[in-house]
């Protein structure tokens, strides 16, 4: 998928890239919400920040798998 769309809309100057995150057991889920959530929001946004920077503009149909070194079923 992300690398279908990045080719269509390439030449209108748009980047696509997706993130994959590695989930764990969230510690009080919400009533009726998953139970399962990022392990660390502050160093899952670092990735996403640096994809959406100017140094990543060459950077464009990438799924990038910041799991912290776990490994997650593709």
Do not use: C, K
Request: hydrophobic fraction near 50%; proline fraction near 5%.
């Amino acid at each position: 998928f992300t690398n279908g769309l990045a080719m269509d809309v390439a030449r209108e100057g748009v980047r696509v890239n997706t993130v994959r995150v590695a989930l764990g057991p969230a510690d009080q889920p919400a009533a009726g919400a998953a139970s399962f959530a990022p392990r660390d929001l502050a160093q899952l946004a670092a990735p996403i920040l640096w994809l959406m920077s100017d140094d990543a503009d060459y950077v464009h149909g990438v799924h990038l798998m910041a799991t912290g070194g776990r490994l997650v079923n593709a």
